[in-house]
């Protein structure tokens, strides 16, 4: 079709700022994991299951079953991912670091014993993550992207491929979202606003220390555990049709959702959770071609000079 417009002209870029923010977001989430935990902890033996790393049927690939009877070993191991995942956090090379970048993460939930909800996603969104990396060619995924004018056939198939990895990545954190919201529905915590009470209390999964005094004040009010329980659902509903919702009211589900982990990282510690599921909010909200730019003012420079407007013309004089 010879009228056709390029490829490039209507298919956004994938690898823009926003993209690269989410890879570090994930990365960070892991490394913290692996960088605050001990390898007792992460690899302590769990009752009816075994020792860990299991190093059984496709967990047997996870890079800590390289030396699962050493815990000097693992240590090693360990420390070798936490820099690798500095690395892919800084946006090196990100066609290069993005298969390192999924390996690890499938290590880490694979191989150690307290595998948690963050360490899932943050797999799924560097499997899928993976796409769009394959075609970037940039030495950092910071910088902005290439001209388009250079673009050819095989950059734009695989622009095609990095597209459909982050429609992947709405469509998963939809799925989590509905879920999330859909499941708590039949409780009847959930349904009279008590089941915060029920998590705000828990000793062990219940606020940080220096957290006590604010959140007893809440606790202790009916309204405060009814917003405390209702608040979160109805933030992940609005989160599973941000994408069909106009910017306007997108970004402020945007902002909610990330305030929303920010909390339950600040109460229960969930930092590599509220890490990963930060990155899938802001694919799931922001438009895909969306990039960050630093703007920023020199103080020698002079105001731009404002440029006069025009003056009205003078109205037809009548003839007779």
């Known amino acids: 079709m010879g009228g056709a417009l390029p490829v490039n002209q209507y298919i956004p870029r994938p690898w823009t700022n926003l993209y690269g923010l989410a890879r570090t977001l994930v990365a960070l989430g892991t490394a913290a994991t692996l960088a605050t935990s001990s390898v007792e902890t992460l690899f302590r033996p769990v009752a009816t299951i075994g020792d860990y790393p299991l190093c059984r049927s496709t967990t047997a690939a996870s890079l800590f079953c390289l030396s699962p009877d050493s815990y000097t070993h693992l ?4 420390w070798i991912c ?3 995942l500095a690395v892919i956090a800084s946006g090196w090379r990100p066609r290069f670091t993005a298969l390192p970048h999924a390996y690890i993460n499938y290590s880490v939930f694979s191989g150690i014993s307290i595998a948690d909800g963050g360490d899932q996603i943050a797999l ?3 499997v899928l993550l993976l796409l769009p990396a394959l075609g970037d060619t940039r030495r950092w995924h910071w910088q902005a992207p290439r001209s388009p004018e250079a673009d050819t056939r095989t950059t734009r198939a695989l622009a095609l491929i990095g597209i459909s990895g982050l429609v992947m990545v709405r469509l998963q954190m939809v799925v989590v979202y509905l879920q999330a919201a859909v499941a708590k529905l039949p409780h009847a915590e959930w349904q009279d ?4 009470w029920y998590w705000g209390s828990h000793l062990d999964f219940g606020p940080a220390p220096w957290l006590d005094t604010f959140t007893a004040l809440i606790l202790a009010s009916p309204l405060g555990v009814a917003l405390m329980t209702w608040i979160p659902v109805a933030i992940e509903g609005s989160l599973v049709v941000a994408a069909l919702l106009p910017w306007k009211i997108r970004r402020w ?3 909610a959702g990330i305030t929303f ?5 600040l109460m229960m510690g969930l930092w590599s959770f509220a890490l990963a599921m930060t990155a899938g909010i ?3 909200c922001l438009p895909l071609g969306s990039a960050i730019h630093a703007r920023t003012i020199s103080k020698d420079a002079s105001p731009p000079k404002r440029i006069p407007e025009p003056e009205p013309l003078a109205p037809p004089v009548p003839q007779h």
């Open 261 to 265: 982990h920010l909390c339950i990282a």
């Open 75 to 78: 240590t090693w191991l360990k």
């Open 282 to 284: 802001l694919i799931l």
């Open 193 to 196: 606003g008590t089941a915060m």
């Open 124 to 126: 799924i969104l560097s």
């Open 82 to 84: 936490v820099a690798a």
């Open 253 to 255: 589900a945007m902002y």
